[in-house]
């Protein structure tokens, strides 16, 4: 067990509606990311939260929006759905490191599935 | 740009085999993170290794070790008498310095990885 949690652990919903995933890092990190695992991207960085502020974008989508809050806990939420959204969404957290990143360590994933 | 190979896709050995999961990196940092991951039938992520770039020590963890050669711009991982419990995903990342923007993790496709009994 990693100490990061992620809720729901699946979802099933529909093109063109919205959901949002959740996560929770682990006791003391501050920063928070998100990863996109698909059939053809692989796994694919989104996006980066350190305590509250956005550090790092990648490949996400302008329909795709995230936040961190007070708590540190982070939300990935996603609208307009479409099928190749479908996907494990990873969120991982660590310890902000500088000069040295720290390790990244992986919830259990949140599986969408958009019919 | 980052870009991290594996360039094998899919290995199956039997039991007890020792079998070496290649891995190789691209980047212009002169300071760089590789690690290694596992991904089991369950599906989440976990970390098995980081090694810094400018350490170039090998390491061994029980039957795993890893090959570090900055030369090749390679970082291996070999399981040595390997168990049905190694069956999973490996994935090789890797990750920039500590400056802003450049902790993302930049993953291989991965390598399925199947210990037949």
């Known amino acids: 067990d990693s100490g990061v949690t992620q809720t729901p652990k699946h979802l099933i919903t529909a093109t063109g509606q919205r959901v949002t995933l959740r996560c929770s890092p682990r006791?003391?990190?501050?920063?928070v990311y998100w990863y996109q695992q698909s059939l053809d991207q692989g796994l694919q960085f989104l996006i980066q939260?350190?305590?509250?502020?956005?550090?790092a974008k990648g490949n996400i989508l302008e329909r795709f929006s995230a936040q961190q809050f007070p708590d540190l806990h982070s939300e990935l939420n996603l609208s307009s759905l479409e099928l190749g959204d479908s996907a494990l969404y990873f969120c991982?957290?660590?310890?902000?490191?500088?000069?040295?990143?720290?390790?990244?360590?992986f919830g259990p994933g949140t599986r969408l599935t958009v019919l | 740009a980052q870009k991290v190979t594996q360039a094998q896709t899919e290995i199956s050995v039997v039991e007890k085999e020792d079998v070496t999961l290649d891995c190789v990196y691209e980047?212009?940092?002169?300071?760089?993170?590789l690690f290694w991951y596992k991904q089991p039938p369950s599906g989440e992520l976990v970390f098995l290794i980081r090694?810094?770039?400018?350490?170039?020590q090998n390491e061994i963890s029980g039957r795993y070790s890893w090959n570090f050669q900055k030369s090749t711009s390679s970082f291996n991982f070999t399981i040595t008498a390997s168990q049905v419990v190694d069956s999973a995903v490996y994935f090789c990342?890797?990750?920039?310095?500590?400056?802003?923007?450049?902790?993302?993790?930049?993953f291989g496709q991965g390598t399925r990885l199947t210990i037949n009994p």
């Open positions: 939260y350190y305590n509250g502020e956005e550090r």
């Open positions: 006791s003391g990190d501050l920063s």
């Open positions: 990342a890797l990750s920039g310095g500590g400056r802003q923007g450049a902790q993302k993790l930049v």
């Open positions: 090694r810094n770039s400018f350490d170039e």
């Open positions: 980047t212009r940092d002169t300071t760089y993170y």
């Open positions: 991982a957290s660590s310890a902000y490191g500088r000069p040295t990143p720290l390790t990244q360590y």
